[in-house]
C-alpha cells in the first residue's frame, strides 16, 4: 500500500468525492451537491489548506485523510484540523487509517505545525486509543455532541 498526496493523483478525486459525500455530505444536515464536494477535492494542495491523502491499494483508492484549516467555526483559533479520515469498508482493520493519519501527521511536522485538532461525533474512542487529547465537548447547531481533541506534533 502507498500513502500519497491526492493533488499529485488527480485520477482519485471522483473516488475521494464519492467516499466523502457518501460518508460525511449525505449524513449530516449539510446539503453541499456532490459536484461542489468534486470542486473541492480538485483543489487540494501540498503545503497549503486544503490537503489530502490518498491510500492506494492494487491502483485503488482504498482510504482518504484531509487537513483544513478549520473545521469547526466556531472555534476559530484552533488549527490546523485533521478531517474527513475514511476507509472502505472492505478494507477496513488493517491499519489503513492508522497510516494514513501517521501520514498527514508527519507532513503537518514538515509545515512547521506543533498541534492538529480534528471533531468526532461518534469516534471518540478511536482518538483516546491513539493518544488524542479530549480538549472540550460542545453541542453542534442540531444539540447533538461533538468531542474537540488535540494531537501534539512535538
Known amino acids: 500500500m502507498e500513502i500519497k498526496l491526492l493533488n499529485e493523483n488527480e485520477e482519485f478525486v471522483e473516488t475521494v468525492s464519492k467516499m466523502i459525500y457518501k460518508e460525511f455530505v449525505l449524513s449530516s444536515s449539510n446539503k453541499m451537491p456532490f459536484n461542489d464536494v468534486v470542486d473541492f477535492f480538485s483543489n487540494t494542495h501540498a503545503f497549503k489548506f486544503p490537503i ?15 487537513v483544513f484549516e ?3 467555526k466556531k472555534l476559530p483559533n484552533y488549527k490546523p484540523w485533521l478531517a474527513s479520515l475514511y476507509v472502505e469498508p ?4 488493517r491499519k489503513i487509517g492508522v497510516q494514513l493519519i501517521e501520514a498527514l501527521l508527519k507532513h503537518l511536522v514538515v509545515l512547521g505545525f506543533k498541534e492538529v485538532y480534528l471533531k468526532t ?11 488524542w487529547k479530549l480538549v472540550e465537548s460542545v453541542l453542534n447547531d ?4 461533538i468531542d ?7
Open 52 to 66: 489530502t491523502f490518498i491510500a492506494i491499494l492494487d491502483n485503488q483508492c482504498v482510504g482518504t485523510v484531509s
Open 148 to 154: 474537540i481533541f488535540k494531537y501534539s506534533l512535538v
Open 70 to 72: 478549520n473545521d469547526y
Open 121 to 131: 461525533e461518534n469516534a471518540s474512542e478511536y482518538y483516546k486509543n491513539r493518544c
Open 142 to 145: 442540531h444539540n447533538e455532541n
Open 90 to 93: 472492505n478494507y477496513r482493520d
